[in-house]
Every structure is written in C-alpha cells, then in structure tokens.
C-alpha cells in the first residue's frame, strides 16, 4: 500500500476578473504527516511563476466542508451545493479558490483509508523525531 496519496483538482481562481479559467492543483497526503494535508499550485498558476504549496490540518479541510473553519493563514467554508472555499492568506495577498466539493470529499475519503480519523498518531515515529532533534544538540 503507497504512503501518499496524491489527487489532482480543478480550481477556480476568484479574482476582479469576471471569469477566471480554472487553474489545476493537487491535494497530497502523506501517511508519514497523518495530520496534515498539502495543497499545491504550479508555476504557471502563480504570480510568483514558482510552484506554492500551502500544508494545513486535515481536519480543517473536513470541517471546512460543513461550516466555515480557520483564523490563520488557511480558512476554509462550504460554498453553495457543491464548491468549497479555501482561502490562503500570505503577506503578499491572499489567493481565494473554490473546488468542487466533491473532488474534495473523494480525496478526504482515500486519507481515510489509508490513515484513519483519529489514529493518525500511530503512525507517528516519535524515537526517530526525537532523535533528529537531539542529533544536532550535542
């Protein structure tokens, strides 16, 4: 069974503009992070033309499908039937894409599988964290 999981998805940029084209974005999970998830951007969607990636909890991605979550730099809020917001706030400016729903949710689903709610912390090393934080302290 793989480690990650990786889903592309449509996202559409909210701007001044009337319409924007929908730009592509992958979710990724790693079982070796279980409680994060990344969002990633690539070159040409950006206004730096550098791929962004923004990483956040996964459970603000699920709650953010029912009701708006989030106060720092990623906040997330169901939007009509079937798109979600997520909002991504950096010194620069802040970047606002909606995503169908569903895409969301079927990614959300596979996180599941692979790491279940509530026992992402089995999948955690802490031996090995600590002593990479204690490797350089000597």
């Known amino acids: 069974m793989s480690n990650v999981i990786e889903q592309p998805v449509q996202a559409r940029l909210v701007a001044a503009a009337p319409r924007m084209p929908n730009i592509p974005a992958t979710l990724h999970y790693d079982r070796r992070d ?7 951007f690539p070159a040409p969607a950006t ?3 550098v791929e962004v990636c923004w990483t956040f909890a996964r459970e603000l991605l699920t709650a953010g499908l029912e009701s708006p979550q989030g106060h720092g730099d990623v906040r997330v809020r169901p939007y009509g039937f079937d798109r979600t917001v997520l909002e991504f706030h950096a010194p620069e400016g802040t970047a606002v894409v909606h995503v169908r729903t569903g895409e969301i949710q079927r990614f959300l689903r596979a996180t599941s599988e692979l790491v279940p709610v509530g026992l992402e912390h089995l999948q955690l090393d ?3 964290g600590l002593a990479e934080l204690m490797r350089d302290a000597c």
Not at 34 to 40: E, I, K, L, Y
Request: without cysteine; charged residues 25%; aromatic residues 8%.
């Open 47 to 49: 206004l730096e033309g």
């Open 126 to 128: 802490l031996d090995h």
């Open 34 to 40: 279980p409680f994060a998830v990344r969002m990633t």
